[in-house]
């Protein structure tokens, strides 16, 4: 199946609880997938040396998921074999009060990596239209009450579509992968980190009373979804309770686009190449000596 299967660009509508989180479907392929993974990182890592030699484009890596979805080892199996200096990973976790103080986007804006490299972000802009709506926190905010009317969150999807739409504009690729993993996976996991030393830093007793708004969150992941996917900047919705499986879609996702910007090796300049031949003389005269 292909990643492309997974796609929401504003021509359909996400429904969550019509699409799967596991990959039972494919599981006789699992080997096969693994080694396909591999393979397409390493092509991969190739055209990010070409990204990073044109230094024309850049690309930004949006994960949000639920609890306990992988998106910590997703991005260490599938973004490790990149070239870490051209690569920034960012997480961003509840904003402290200095970020409460301004546009909800501003601590967003020095994780936009230069043009030639790539940004992963661990959450991302999209926490202020998915927790905040839950929750309902705008109503703590210090805003102004014109600010805080009934479309509060349709003003914020406009927002976001107009921001990724400004950074395509300006050279830069936004790709969104959701990590949809079900409630019993979930459950499954949250077991696991109670149970096991190695991941109790993990467990987080505020992360499993969320799961008392499961219903809230998937409409709120909808509406979000079906607002802001764009073709310009894509939604994934990717299965999530087979980690195998998600992290070969991101490979996919991620070769695809670097595939699609076709970054090439910039040419040597002139003045430079008009000097190679003496160059060239000079080595050789060091190697006869």
């Known amino acids: 199946m292909s990643a492309r299967e997974y796609r929401y660009d504003g ?58 979805a992988g998106k ?6 599938v973004f490790s074999g990149l070239n ?11 904003p402290s009060k200095e970020e409460l103080a301004h546009d909800y986007l501003w601590r967003f804006a020095p994780a936009i990596p230069p043009r030639g490299h ?17 929750h309902r926190l705008e109503k703590t905010y210090r805003l102004t009450p014109r600010c805080l009317t009934e479309d509060f969150y349709q003003r914020r999807y406009r927002q976001l579509r107009h921001w990724e ?18 409630p019993e996976e979930q459950r499954r996991r949250f077991l696991d980190r109670m149970e096991l030393p190695e991941k109790h830093w993990k467990l987080s ?21 079906n607002h802001t996917a764009t073709p310009e900047a894509p939604w994934y919705v990717l ?37 190679i031949p003496a160059a060239i003389a000079l080595l050789e005269q060091e190697a006869q000596r």
């Not at 509508?13 to 990182?41: F, I, Y």
């Not at 910590?72 to 199996?77: E, G």
């Open 239 to 275: 299965p999530a309770d087979d980690k195998w499986y998600t992290r070969y879609l991101t490979s996919e996702i991620l070769l695809d686009v670097l595939e699609e910007m076709n970054p090439a090796y910039p040419p040597l300049d002139s003045a430079e190449a008009a000097q």
């Open 118 to 134: 790539i940004s992963v972000f661990n959450r991302s802009h999209y926490e202020d239209v998915l927790v905040t709506r839950v």
């Open 165 to 182: 739409g400004y950074l395509y504009e300006n050279g830069y690729r936004v790709v969104k992968l959701f990590l949809n993993v079900g």
């Open 84 to 94: 870490p200096a051209g690569l920034r990973v960012h997480a961003f976790k509840a």
């Open 72 to 77: 910590d080892s997703l991005i260490k199996k």
């Open 11 to 68: 021509t359909r509508t996400l429904k969550l609880r019509d699409l799967p989180t596991g990959a039972e479907s494919q599981r006789e392929r699992k080997a096969e997938l693994r080694e396909k993974t591999a393979a397409n990182l390493n092509r991969a890592a190739a055209l990010q040396e070409r990204l990073m030699a044109a230094g024309q484009e850049g690309l930004i890596i949006a994960i949000q998921a639920r609890d306990a």
């Open 205 to 225: 007793v505020a992360d499993m009373k969320e799961r008392a708004l499961w219903d809230a969150y998937d409409e709120a992941y909808e509406d979000a979804i």
